[in-house]
């Protein structure tokens, strides 16, 4: 299998399989990914209409009970170094963000084993009012609060 003829095949509108995949990923370089992205997304929006999000990503704390093995950012809930980001800091991020167009905040954190759901309630109807988009939480997160409903 050639890279050229797995190039091909996208660019004539053909499914690659899992190989094929995997060659473009290995082999494939930079320019000739953007360039077959962009002969896609020609094809599925014709009207050469491009769009993006300014956003940004707040970590609203670092307490976490997870311990995940792959993460150097959680701390333990009696570590002691810990943050929670308060409500007043996290205005101050979202203004930033704004100040820089943003309209978007990805707001993750960590487990933290001290904060009911009602927290978490609260500080997404708080974000709201400052008219930020929130793209919240991550699927551990998510969990963790089916685990504080009961």
Request: aromatic residues 10%; glycine residues 10%.
């Amino acid at each position: 299998m050639q890279l050229e003829s797995v190039i091909e095949k996208g660019v004539a509108g053909e499914r690659i399989d899992d190989d094929e995949y995997l060659l473009l990923e290995r082999a494939g370089d930079l320019y000739q990914l953007g360039f077959l992205a962009d002969t896609i997304r020609h094809r599925k929006h014709p009207d050469n209409l491009v769009t993006y999000v300014i956003d940004r990503n707040i970590n609203y704390t670092d307490i976490c009970i997870s311990a995940c093995k792959f993460c150097a950012f959680f701390k333990a809930p009696e570590d002691g170094r810990g943050y929670l980001l308060s409500f007043p800091e996290l205005q101050a991020k979202i203004e930033e963000t704004k100040a820089l167009g943003g309209t978007q905040i990805l707001l993750q954190g960590g487990l933290h084993p001290g904060q009911p759901l009602e927290y978490y309630e609260e500080m997404v109807r708080f974000m709201k009012t400052t008219g930020i988009h929130v793209h919240g939480f991550s699927p551990p997160e998510i969990c963790h609060f089916g685990d504080l409903s009961g």
